[in-house]
């Protein structure tokens, strides 16, 4: 029988080694690339890799600070706590106000989303928003139907998927929380507004 003896010293060393290796490797992730260092709390965001932007189920980086996204307008993560103003409300101006509106609700379905009064309670299928209840709110089905269904919204659905679909859901998530001041305007040229 072969007897084998490591010194002291080399055994230590060896597991100081080891012990930094795997720090080091977990530090980064290790096998999950998509690690990310949160303060002192590594954590595997499992939503923050988009895999199909056109896929409505795809959930996109979440729970970023809205101040590290690069531009408001072009949201590229959706915000802890989402702002009716700042997140929510360019998008709905642009991809729905223009047809859901006082004026021209009654071609569409009777919803008008200018404020918050008419989008509760205007609408064929009421209720249209159900706060704290996405999945069961008519405007999440609606703009989560196939392309090819007769009342898919918008008609052009491919703006509203991946993470403008999914600052709506978690605004109703959040409780719909739209202030009764706020108003939404109907763009006068649609085709020239910026898409948020």
């Known amino acids: 029988m072969m007897n084998f003896h490591i010194p002291a010293m080399l055994s230590t060393l060896f597991m100081i080694g080891l012990g930094l290796l795997t720090l080091v490797h977990c530090h980064h992730g290790g096998s999950k690339p998509d690690a990310v260092q949160n303060g002192h709390t590594l954590m595997l965001p499992s939503e923050s890799v988009q895999k199909d932007p056109s896929d409505p189920n795809t959930q996109p980086s979440i729970d970023s600070d809205h101040a590290a996204q690069p531009n408001a307008m072009y949201p590229v993560r959706v915000p ?29 379905a009777g919803l008008n989303l200018e404020t918050r009064q008419s989008a509760m309670n205007t609408g064929v299928n009421r209720p249209v928003i159900i706060p704290g209840a996405p999945d ?21 659905p491919d703006k509203i998927r991946g993470i403008r679909l999914q600052i709506l859901r978690k605004w ?25």
Not at 85 to 96: N, Q, S, V, Y
Not at 136 to 156: A, F, G, Y
Not at 180 to 195: F, G, H, T, W, Y
């Open 136 to 156: 069961k709110s008519r405007i999440v089905q609606v703009l989560k139907l196939d392309v090819q269904h007769p009342t898919n919204m918008p008609p052009s």
């Open 172 to 196: 109703i998530l959040q409780g719909a929380d739209w202030p009764d001041n706020v108003s939404m305007v109907k763009p006068e040229d649609p085709m020239d507004a910026p898409l948020p």
């Open 80 to 108: 802890r706590t989402i702002v009716f103003e700042r997140d929510l409300k360019p998008i709905l101006e642009i991809l729905c106000v223009q047809c859901h509106n006082a004026t021209d609700a009654h071609l569409y």
